[in-house]
């Protein structure tokens, strides 16, 4: 006695067909076989809805989006790179690093770590230029855009929403009077008393200046209080910060 082929039996079939000269021959019969059936014609048409369905793309899958933080309590989910680990330069790329740290926790493609996202930094100027950056992040159709105006309010905002930062602070001298170049540390949230970041070369020593441990992980998961980061950071007032968002 015959043994109906089930739906499920006969769709592994075609999705073991490899073009192989037995499996094309199979297909032909097929084909006549459905062709001599009463209707035959109508299931072969090219509009037949099997045949536009079978033909039809499937809906790109959205890429997905940083789920919204409930409180300020947790931290994102950042992975840690450490700049020192970057080469000779590498005291260099605090910013290539700190940003590198929030594309690769939005998945931006190839960017698994801070050096390739380096690279392409590189393609555009140095690792030390804002307009290198921005270059950088459109070549990877990327979020990311600096602002100037930053403050406690936003920051805490982008966090809320799922978006890490990269603040830009001044790392030298007492939190009272504040130097240096600039260094940039990526944000990941916050709690009643201050920032949780990852520094890219280190830990601070936020009251003094200057660094309390350098390299080998030391910058990973720190907490950054508001009294001795918000000086070093907010140098014009409540507004003023330097800052890259995510945000769309």
Sequence with gaps: MAEPMSAERFLERWQNYRDQPQQVAAVRALHAAIAALDGGAQILDEQAPWARQFSTPPSPVPTPKP???KTGTDALDLPFFDQT???PDGWRHCQSSSIAMNLAYLEVPGIKDDLDYLKVVQRHGDSTEQAAHAAALAELKAPGRFISSCSVERAKAELDRGFG??????HHGPVSAPTGGGHYIAVRG???TGWLVHDPYGELDLVRGGWARQGQGAGRNQHYS???TNPRWLLEGSSSGWAWIFSS
Excluded: R, T
């Design 226 to 228: 508001f009294a001795n």
């Design 190 to 192: 916050y709690d009643a």
């Design 165 to 170: 930062l990269a603040f830009g602070i001044l």
């Design 85 to 87: 680990n970057d080469g």
């Design 67 to 69: 789920q919204p933080k």
